[in-house]
Nanobody, 127 residues
Framework: QVQLVETGGGLVQAGGSLRLSCAAS????????MGWFRQPPGKEREFVAA????????SYVDSVKGRFTISRDNAKNTVSLQMNSLKPEDTAVYYC????????????????????WGQGIQVTVSS
């Protein structure tokens, strides 16, 4: 079992940048594929980005490609989401998620494929 804690959220102006981090504890971090999801106000939770256990395979939703970068540091048990050129429509609660028991290159955009979730962190982009 793994526990996830997100940090780095906050309020930023459009065009600005934020870096979200997710610290994992309680299990071998490199055993988990990781994902970032978000839930905008009044909307369903949606996929943002994912990264595999190793090989650094990544996937992004089209709306963030070229602006967001997901990365992981297995030595530090963290996964990060660098968000640049932020837009008001990026405003949401952002969640870190983990999935264990998968092969090294597994990544997935479906939230129901992930077993563990952080508590979420607010990102607000003002226009």
């Amino acid at each position: 079992q793994v526990q996830l804690v997100e940090t780095g959220g906050g309020l930023v102006q459009a065009g600005g940048s934020l870096r979200l981090s997710c610290a994992a504890s309680g299990s071998t971090f490199s055993s988990y594929a990781m994902g970032w999801f978000r839930q905008p106000p009044g909307k369903e939770r949606e996929f943002v980005a994912a990264i595999s256990r190793t090989f650094n395979y990544t996937s992004y939703v089209d709306s963030v490609k070229g602006r967001f970068t997901i990365s992981r540091d297995n030595a530090k048990n963290t996964v990060s989401l660098q968000m640049n050129s932020l837009k008001p429509e990026d405003t949401a609660v952002y969640y870190c998620a983990a999935r264990g028991g998968v092969w090294y290159g597994w990544i997935n955009a479906e939230s129901n494929e992930y077993d563990y979730w952080g508590q979420g962190i607010q990102v607000t982009v003002s226009s």
